[in-house]
Nanobody, 123 residues
Framework: QVQLVESGGGWVQAGGSLKLSCAAS????????MAWYRQTPGKQRELIAV???????HYAESVRGRFTISRDYAKNSTYLQMNNLKPEDTSVYYC?????????????????WGQGTQVTVSS
């Protein structure tokens, strides 16, 4: 079993910055793509940033140029640096990881989610 634990959410004024962290632990063999999503009440979960195992990054138009996704392979972690935050960035942010884990004598690829962390940006 694998757990994704997030940290770093909170409250900030518009124009400020926050950095989110997410670490995978447990029976991890390798972590493949990692991503950040966000979801506000009544809306679908939105993919905002992804980083592949080749360090290729992609961003949603709404955050491109303001948010930066990165990862630390040694720590099985991903980070989301959020700058120039806007009130519309207020949401619950979720970490997602495609993890290869041990499965008996073999391996399997499983998609895991973090517990979510609240980010609130005031105007």
């Amino acid at each position: 079993q694998v757990q994704l634990v997030e940290s770093g959410g909170g409250w900030v004024q518009a124009g400020g910055s926050l950095k989110l962290s997410c670490a995978a632990s447990g029976s991890v063999v390798s972590v493949n793509a990692m991503a950040w999503y966000r979801q506000t009440p009544g809306k679908q979960r939105e993919l905002i940033a992804v980083i592949t195992s080749a360090d290729i990054t992609h961003y949603a138009e709404s955050v491109r140029g303001r948010f930066t996704i990165s990862r630390d392979y040694a720590k099985n972690s991903t980070y989301l640096q959020m700058n120039n935050l806007k009130p519309e960035d207020t949401s619950v942010y979720y970490c997602n990881a495609d993890v290869t884990e041990r499965d008996g004598r073999g391996f399997r690829s499983v998609d895991y989610w973090g517990q979510g962390t609240q980010v609130t940006v005031s105007s």
